[in-house]
C-alpha cells in the first residue's frame, strides 16, 4: 500500500506556476516572432509581383516578335492592375503600336483576344506610379522596341503598410532592370 502512495506522490504533474512561466515564454516569443514574419510576408509578396510584372513584360516582348504584332501594357493605378493587349489598332483614325487602349477595347468580351492577361495585384503590391509613359501605358513593337521610348521610363510598386518599393526600368530595348529601396519622400527611389 505505501509503494502505490508514493508512486501517486511521484507522477504529480506541472504546477500551476511552472505552466504559468511556460505560457509566458510562449506568448513572449510569438510577440516577437509574428511582426517580423508579417514583415517578412510583405517582402516577399512585393518581390514576387516585381519579378511577376518583369516576366509579363518579357512575355510580351516574345508574343510581340512571335506573332509580328505590337504588344501594349497599360497601367491601371486606381485598380491597381495591369493589362497586356495586343496593340494591333486597324479602325478609322486608329494608331497601331501606340500603346493606348480605348474605353471601347477595355470592353470588348475576353474571347476577342485584344487583352491577353489581366493582372490584379490586390493586397502583394501597390503600383505607385508610372513615369516616362503617357497615358500610363506602353507598347512593344515586334522588333522588341519599346514605344514611348526613355532612359528615365520606369514602373514603382510599394509593398502595403510598409516602405519598402521596387522600382522596375524599362529600357528601349525591353530590357527590365529591378531595384529594390525604401521609399523616401513619397518616391521610390
Known sequence: MTDMNNKTRQERGFTLAELMVTVA???????IAIPAWQSMK???DLKNAAFSLANTIKWAKSEASKENVCMGLSFDLPNNQYLV????DNGPGATQCDGAMTT???SL??????????????EKATLMA?????GNSFSISPRGLVSPAGLGNNVQLRAPLANSCYRLTISPSGGVRIAASQIAGGVCP
Do not use: Q, V
Open 25 to 31: 515564454i510562449i506568448a513572449i516569443i510569438c510577440a
Open 42 to 44: 510583405r517582402n516577399s
Open 85 to 88: 493587349f495586343r496593340d494591333d
Open 104 to 106: 471601347g477595347e477595355r
Open 109 to 122: 468580351p475576353p474571347t476577342s483576344g485584344k487583352i491577353t492577361r489581366e493582372i490584379f495585384l490586390r
Open 130 to 134: 508610372t513615369t516616362g509613359f503617357p
